[in-house]
């Protein structure tokens, strides 16, 4: 019996030496994996001549806003969806070009609202995005500066209490829930 103890403890010190660790998934298959579709970047950039922040999930759009329109890429806002999966809304995305300002909002009340009464025009759907928390979604705060006309959305808590308490952002809540970048 002490030979089969022996036996036993031998193989698990074998196993254990010789197990190979597995990687953990990156970031956007852990996404595919909790929700069961593939995500993409939502890409943000930022205008500090038209005071604008801008999100897409278009690279050559992007491309376009820095080499031509004078934005500045800020990276990865979040991971979202490109076409509707259940349990997403569209997150419509709308420009004004008397306030040089891009604003997103998952309803399209306030969207037809800001169409018909602020001078914004509809720009489509940007991304599709969780309506509440799913999926490990996360939210994506919206902020707007009224001195200077420019909506700020961000995952990031410290980044969106340093935009209300120091530059003039009042907080609008969750715009909608994300992947986390």
Do not use: W
């Not at 993409?40 to 376009?64: K, M, P």
């Not at 939210?139 to 001195?147: F, G, I, Q, S, V």
């Amino acid at each position: 019996m002490k030979s089969f103890f022996a036996l036993v403890a031998a193989s698990a010190f074998f196993l254990q030496a010789h197990a190979h660790p597995v990687a953990a998934p990156a970031i956007e298959d852990r996404a595919t994996a909790a929700c069961g579709s593939s995500t993409v970047a939502l890409l943000r950039a930022y205008s500090s001549s038209a005071t604008d922040h801008f999100y897409t999930t278009n690279a050559v759009e992007l491309e376009n806003a820095v080499n031509n329109l004078n934005y500045r890429s800020e990276g990865d806002a979040a991971q979202v969806f490109s076409t509707q999966v259940s349990g997403t809304v569209p997150l419509y995305r709308l420009y004004s070009s008397i306030g040089g300002d891009h604003f997103y909002t998952t309803s399209a009340s306030e969207r037809d609202n800001a169409i018909a009464e602020d001078a914004y025009r509809d720009e489509g759907v940007a991304a599709y995005v969780y309506p509440s928390s799913q999926c490990g979604a996360v939210p994506l705060y919206r902020m707007d500066n009224p001195a200077v006309t420019d909506h700020f959305y961000t995952t990031n808590v410290a980044e969106r209490n340093n935009a209300i308490a120091n530059l003039g952002y009042v907080d609008e809540g969750i715009a909608a829930y994300v992947i986390a970048a």
